[in-house]
């Protein structure tokens, strides 16, 4: 009988509020690897595009091919160097904003990592393997 009192003890009560916070971190922390995952895409495709705008500048012919959906038309260089640089634009944004969304992600999850480790102290573990 005493032992089965000091398992109890030793146990903390979650409360609704405790699950809430630590579904809530599961998202984050869910989110942030698929973050981390579209910033890399982001950038191999931003190397790529930059690539391509540095291949246009060496290329000596004035109609070029260049992808539109899954076919190749020829275009004239100057306006695909347009259309490069306007891509290299919008994926270049749209990697600050990921990459914006990541660090408050990290901020909150740090957060919610304080709060759940005051409570529970060495019985949650919310660090990476």
Not at 52 to 76: C, K, S, T, Y
Request: proline share 1%; net charge negative; glycine share 4%.
């Amino acid at each position: 009988m005493q032992q089965q009192g000091k398992s109890s003890g030793s146990e903390m009560e979650v409360t609704w509020q405790d699950q809430q916070n630590i579904n809530t971190f599961s998202r984050f922390n869910n989110r942030f690897h698929e973050l981390e995952d579209e910033i890399k895409f982001a950038k191999e495709k931003c190397d790529n595009l930059e690539d391509a705008g540095n291949e246009l500048i060496l290329a000596d012919e004035e109609m070029v091919r260049f992808q539109i959906g899954e076919v190749f038309a020829h275009v004239p260089k100057d306006e695909v160097e347009t259309r490069i640089e306007e891509m290299k634009e919008a994926t270049c944004k749209s990697l600050e904003k990921l990459e914006q969304e990541k660090e408050s992600l990290v901020s909150q999850m740090a957060e919610l990592k304080k709060v759940l480790y005051a409570k529970f102290k060495d019985s949650i573990n919310l660090e990476e393997d």
